[in-house]
């Protein structure tokens, strides 16, 4: 039996994940042990819900568990919960946005690598059917290499969970795994409702835009022979970003490298960067 406990289960993401276990009986050999956040009334709901005991502290599972899912709505919590836990070398899943500041990202890489822990996460957007379709029509060659793109997906401007960082990532990841890991430079125009961004790429850009409170999710890319793509479906993407946890915590292989893992992060910063300076700014290198 696998022991797993949920930190930051304010989230939806907890609940979601434990129907898919629960409820759905997607795996029998899962235990949720533990669940805790900074916010009483989540822990209460879930511990109504599913019986799951109610953590002291984030930190109280230390050598209790056999992986560990980070789901806080706060990103800059998520390298904060998850460092207790990193000498033990356990599995690990860690939510958009993975964190807040490329500092704490650089750390949490740092220690991932130390430990030789699987990690995946981030926004479960990439896994849809439709953004899958589109990967293979960019990897087959048949249409030719990439001449830019254009991508939307909401964002909430305004919140008490790092602002611009809490919804971001759907938006940056998406970008990263279409279009390439890592873009050059950002520059950002923005009205009240929307912000408007280039994101520069070597041999072309592409062209996104972040609706505030917003559930349009869509994503085009522009091939040499084809322009590919279309709105986005977000159904199953739960179900298969829990199945990626439970596969590395299987001991099965983790999907990305570390650098790709934490490039949203950079992303995120750059177009942040804009917002505030209204000018170009580079997306910093991902380094040691």
């Known amino acids: 039996m696998y022991k797993v406990c949920i930190l930051g289960c304010e989230n939806t993401h907890a609940d979601a994940f434990m129907k898919v276990v629960i409820t759905d009986k ?114 087959s060659g048949e249409f030719g290499a990439i001449r830019g793109g254009y991508v939307v997906m909401p964002v909430s401007l305004t919140n008490s969970y790092g602002g611009f960082f809490f919804y971001s990532q759907h938006l940056a990841q998406v970008v990263c795994e279409l279009f390439g890991y890592y873009p050059e430079s950002v520059r950002v125009t923005k009205t009240e409702t929307v912000l408007s961004c280039i994101i520069r790429y070597k041999d072309f850009d592409v062209c996104v835009q972040y609706p505030d409170k917003s559930d349009l999710y869509h994503a085009n890319v522009v091939l040499e022979k084809k322009v590919t793509g279309g709105r986005i479906s977000l159904s199953g993407c739960y179900e298969k970003e829990f199945e990626e946890f439970y596969n590395i915590l299987k001991g099965g292989r983790q999907k990305v490298t570390y650098d790709e893992f934490i490039a949203p992060v950079f992303l995120i910063n750059a177009i942040n960067r804009s917002i505030e300076s209204g000018k170009e700014e580079n997306v910093k290198k991902i380094t040691e």
């Open 26 to 139: 997607f795996a029998e050999d899962i235990e949720f042990v533990g669940v805790y956040s900074d916010e009483e009334a989540a822990m209460q709901k879930l511990n109504e819900k599913y019986g799951v005991y109610m953590m002291k502290s984030y930190d109280e599972m230390v050598g209790k568990v056999d992986g560990i899912i980070v789901t806080a709505r706060h990103g800059d919590n998520h390298y904060k919960y998850a460092k207790p836990y990193m000498e033990s070398g356990i599995p690990m899943f860690i939510d958009k946005p993975i964190t807040c500041s490329e500092k704490d990202a650089l750390m949490l890489k740092s220690d991932l690598i130390k430990y030789n822990i699987k990690v995946c996460g981030g926004s479960s957007v990439p896994l849809s059917e439709n953004i899958t379709e589109i990967k293979k029509d960019i990897v």
